[in-house]
């Protein structure tokens, strides 16, 4: 079974524009989560989207959004990029909403904010 | 305000040996703790975990302990191999109504030498 795929994985931006970022579940799997890792902070939870509906909501400011399409698969947008968004971004899927599912994290999109 | 620390950044231990991680947490709201692990260039991965209700929970060569009473997790990994070097992340996760929070520390880097 394939695991969890994001791209792209390594991406580079300027202040101010705006980025999309991919990530496609294990077949099957129907819950989404993003998460941002950085030095200072470590994995800081962003959102959890399940059956296309956002479940779950971390204290990031509104810039940053998802959705979920119907085959599961979900995009990250950060829009008027700061330069404290440069983190690695992992999402991870799971058969259901919660930390009590396992969740199979992806190998993360490297955003860097020039 | 960082509810669940590492207050270890590093870890070197000699393949063989046990490998102890700790993790300490302040929000007693916390009903479930797990330990992820991760290599470069990868995301993490599910190790182990442990419900509140208990005090130890084991799997092959892992074993989580939690005592409420200190709001100290730690994890054992006895014997310890090469292929254990990584960086281990604790997670601990609140439900809060329908919405639940998984607040990660920020990583222990693991090191066995041969």
């Known amino acids: 079974k394939a695991g969890v795929t994001q791209t792209p994985r390594y991406l580079i931006k300027t202040r101010g524009q705006q980025v999309t970022l991919s990530c496609s579940p294990i077949?099957?799997?129907?819950?989404v989560s993003w998460y941002q890792q950085t030095p200072g902070q470590g994995l800081q939870f962003l959102f959890e989207y399940f059956s296309e509906t956002q479940r779950n909501k971390g204290n990031f400011p509104g810039r940053f959004s998802g959705r979920q399409f119907s085959n599961s698969r979900s995009e990250m947008n950060v829009s008027t990029l700061e330069l404290g968004d440069s983190a690695l971004y992992l999402c991870a899927s799971s058969t259901g909403v919660g930390a009590y599912n396992e969740q199979f994290f992806g190998p993360g999109t490297r955003l860097t904010v020039l | 305000d960082q509810q669940v620390k590492q207050n270890s950044p590093s870890l070197s231990v000699q393949e063989g040996r046990i490998s102890i991680l700790n993790c300490d947490y302040t929000n007693s709201m916390f009903d479930y703790f797990l330990w992820y692990k991760k290599y470069p260039a990868e995301g993490p991965t599910f190790l182990i975990s442990?419900?509140?209700?208990?005090d130890k929970n084991e799997d092959g060569r892992f074993t989580v302990f939690l005592n409420k009473s200190a709001k100290h997790l730690s994890l054992h990994i006895v014997p310890s191999q090469p292929g254990d070097s990584a960086v281990y992340f604790c997670?601990?996760?609140?439900?809060?109504?329908?919405?639940?929070?998984?607040?990660f520390g920020k990583g222990t880097l693991l090191t066995v030498n041969p």
């Open positions: 077949s099957g799997h129907r819950s």
């Open positions: 997670a601990a996760n609140e439900v809060a109504g329908s919405n639940y929070k998984l607040t």
């Open positions: 442990i419900s509140s209700i208990k």
